[in-house]
């Protein structure tokens, strides 16, 4: 009897997200499928492996996988499933992409050209599989009877043995698993909250003005990971996010300067391979003039700012945001609504807009039409991120006034945003704990207080001793957050430590 496996794990995929905005062109829009045409329903077998490179390496970000010739991913509307595990009501996104931004993400020769003599078409179509925190699978499609898998430097070839998956098999499957669907939804099993945990924790230092000094926001990325249910030393990495990504790690750094009362952002995105003597390579870069421009946040294929347009008198109040792709930044167009969520979101978004209307008590206030669809990003607010957005008066002199944004951010610009413990009982520690993350199996907790960060073990949803705790500036904040588990960690704790250099720093 064939193994079935599925393919289950956690990816920042440049697939389901990243993707070219053209003035005239936006076929690259993330879209769900019709549920009567997902062209990957069915039943795939592994026909080869095609390059490896984790043939040695158990450890490795997908070594876990161990996917072998004839093994059977089945992929139907009510699941997927195999082996007794089961992603329940899945969902679907359809990505097609343009020929040239695809490949442009693809660092790996042999892989790049093994995929360019099978795929000749303008366009190339990702499938992601996913549920409501976690991008699963993505496959890119050859034809209707054949795909790829990739996953960093690994490239698997499918081809489809069946169109249909009866209900038998996904109830074969299910009986293993005998906790209910809701159960199974909602829980995390004993065996998942025991793995290694890792995070890449973006934290931003905003400008400090005073008088006519200025200094710029500065950023960092800790690597905070108990591994073998003990927590290791806090890494840092200076002057730049470590994201990341599907086909490596990408290193995000913004510089700003003040000139002759002019602004200048250099806003830069760069990568290395696996020896660190490798010599690093610029993946994207986005000059900007005249404004002043700090990270809100840092997540999957996008990038979000806040930008100060006018004078050199900025004061710490920004009157502009936008979302950039990563990919394509150089364009300097922000994503918008439409473009990152659907047109059925615009909804969403004109009745929030409506609603801070009422709230700030300013009806019958003329306001500009043109682009305010763009002019969002995400904040951190009570352990969580949100969509926010600007209302863009005419002729205001006043502070510029922010609203919330009823539009779930998850999977689109974060992969995870998922809060394990209570926020009531995140307060009782402290009146000055300002926000916290939690691990996506539930192992632990990271808090930024007044001038302090603190990992807490959490157990059955509740937070529980704490393992550690280190200085932080009292208005640092956080703008990314990126986890890693099971064996992901080690991966991730060598990449970090011996590709980009991070160092230790005391507790």
Avoid at 100 to 122: G, L, M, P, T, Y
Avoid at 373 to 383: A, E, H, M, P, V
Avoid at 405 to 421: E, K, M, S, W
Wanted: proline share 3%; net charge negative; aromatic share 10%.
């Amino acid at each position: 009897m064939k193994k079935i496996f599925l393919v289950f794990f956690t990816i920042i995929s440049f697939f389901m997200m990243g993707c070219s905005q053209k003035e005239s062109f936006d076929i690259s829009k993330i879209t769900p499928p019709e549920s009567d045409n997902i062209k990957i329903l069915g039943e795939w077998e592994v026909v080869s492996k095609l390059h490896d490179s984790d043939e040695n390496n158990s450890g490795s970000v997908s070594g876990a996988f161990h996917l072998e010739k004839d093994d059977i991913v089945n992929i139907s509307k009510d699941g997927v499933v195999a082996n007794g595990i089961s992603i329940v009501n899945p969902k679907f996104k359809l990505k097609r992409m343009e020929r040239e931004v695809f490949f442009r993400e693809i660092d790996n020769i042999s892989i790049k050209n093994e995929i360019k003599d099978a795929i000749k078409s303008e366009y190339i179509d990702v499938n992601s599989i996913y549920d409501s925190n976690k991008t699963y699978l993505s496959i890119i499609s050859i034809n209707d009877d054949e795909a790829y898998l990739l996953l960093t430097d690994n490239l698997i070839k499918l081809k489809k043995v069946s169109n249909v998956v009866t209900k038998e098999e996904i109830s074969e499957s299910e009986k293993s698993d005998s906790a209910n669907k809701t159960k199974r939804e909602n829980t995390i099993s004993p065996e998942y909250y025991q793995k290694d945990v890792g995070i890449l924790l973006g934290l931003k230092e905003p400008a400090h003005i005073e008088d006519d000094d200025f200094e710029e926001a500065s950023y960092k990325t800790l690597w905070i990971s108990v591994i073998n249910n003990e927590l290791q030393p806090i890494m840092v990495l200076d002057n730049s996010l470590l994201l990341p990504r599907i086909n490596g790690f990408s290193n995000i750094s913004l510089s700003s300067t003040l000139d002759n009362g002019k602004f200048e952002n250099k806003l830069k995105v760069t990568s290395k391979k696996k020896d660190p003597n490798d010599k690093t390579e610029i993946k994207g870069e986005k000059n900007t003039e005249g404004i002043y421009e700090e990270i809100t946040f840092v997540g999957n294929d996008y990038i979000g700012l806040e930008s100060y347009s006018g004078n050199d008198d900025f004061r710490g109040t920004f009157n502009e945001y936008s979302i950039i792709p990563i990919n394509t930044m150089d364009t300097h167009k922000s994503m918008d609504i439409v473009n990152l969520f659907g047109k059925e979101q615009e909804e969403n978004y004109n009745k929030s807009e409506k609603n801070a209307i009422q709230k700030y008590n300013i009806d019958g206030r003329e306001y500009y039409s043109k682009n305010k669809y763009s002019n969002i990003t995400l904040q951190r607010k009570n352990g969580n991120w949100h969509l926010e957005g600007v209302l863009n008066e005419k002729n205001s002199m006043d502070y510029p006034k922010t609203f919330d944004i009823n539009i779930n951010p998850v999977p689109i610009l974060v992969n995870y945003d998922t809060l394990a413990v209570p926020w009531s009982q995140v307060l009782s520690l402290g009146r000055d704990v300002r926000d916290v993350v939690t691990a996506p199996n539930g192992k632990i907790a990271i808090t930024l207080a007044k001038d302090k960060l603190s990992i807490y073990k959490v157990i059955d949803g509740r937070i529980g001793e704490r393992l550690g705790e280190i200085n932080i500036n009292n208005d640092e904040k956080i703008v990314m957050a990126e986890w890693a588990v099971g064996d992901y960690v080690k991966y991730w704790d060598e990449t970090v430590e011996n590709v980009y250099g991070a160092k230790k720093i005391s507790e």
